[in-house]
């Protein structure tokens, strides 16, 4: 491909694209849709730490796209600046650190404190976060059901028995609850929270709240979003679905050299999605039956 051939690229993609930035998996929108009450559960249960008072354990489940850690961030990076107040915390991506050793190196970094990859063992880590520590902090472990299944529980026990620590765990397998030991059940004492899927309505506004700011006036053809909707419907209200399908229904448009994104355009990016999301698919049944056995059974302990 020669330069004047990237150079009509460009120009269609600016045609197209007013701010492609908004259409990024880790974009925080000014006012999250459709989290009201579960953002208001999570003040709730976490603002003792802004008086320096540990907080109650928090277990947020949901499926994938469903706006778990979104909600989570925008409490920490939008709310509590804006009302004026702080939380010392760290984030971890369990997924990223699997193992009890990277997740305690990488609070200790978001702290300010020095820790080498190796050398050294977990319990020189937790004595380093013992001495750091001085009043309560926030640690979010973002699939901290992969850390349990691949180390154990022994980091959450831990924790949970630190008087200066709050833990808020965030998963899309509720069943992962299961492999905890019993005495790290009873030194949790958490609260659990439930994100439901997002309805083909909602999705629609959350799309146009997202396309408003990332496409050009005029740019998308009408039935774009209820599209992209209907197809995030099929990965039981996946938010973040949505969101890539009307991202590369955008880019094949620009590669095509179109004015305007078409619903041609979103059923050929609906095909290339297809195609690498049938395992997806295959997890999402799988992990679906595994939450209702789940909920029918804590049902009936309920009662």
Partial sequence: MDIEELMKIEKARKRIFKDESVLDVSYIPEKPLFREN????????????????????????????????????????????????????????????????????????DFNVPFPKT????SDAYEKLKRTIKKPVLVVLDEVDILVKNAGDDLLYNFSRNDKITITGISNDPT???????????????????????????????????????????????????????FAMNYYGDARKAVELLHLSGKIAVIEGSDTVTTDHVKKAMKELERSSILDLIRLNQILTQHAEVCAVRSSQAL
Avoid at 70 to 96: D, H, Q, T
Avoid at 119 to 122: A, E, K
């Fill in 38 to 109: 579960e953002l208001k559960t999570i003040y709730l249960e976490l603002s003792p730490l802004f008086d320096g008072i540990r907080a109650t354990n928090l277990f947020i489940y949901g499926m994938t796209g469903t706006g778990k850690t979104m909600i989570m961030k925008y409490f920490l990076e939008r709310v509590a600046p804006n009302l004026g107040k702080s939380i010392i915390y760290s984030y971890v991506n369990c997924r990223e650190m699997k193992t009890e050793y990277k997740v305690l190196r990488s609070i200790l970094l």
């Fill in 119 to 122: 050398g050294l063992s977990t």
């Fill in 176 to 230: 992962f609850i299961d492999l905890l030991d019993a005495r790290t059940l009873s030194s949790l004492k958490r609260k659990e929270i439930v994100f439901k899927p997002y309805n083909a309505i909602q999705l629609q506004e959350i799309l146009k709240q997202r396309a408003v700011l990332a496409f050009n006036e005029g740019a998308l053809e009408d039935e774009v979003i209820p599209l992209c909707a209907a």
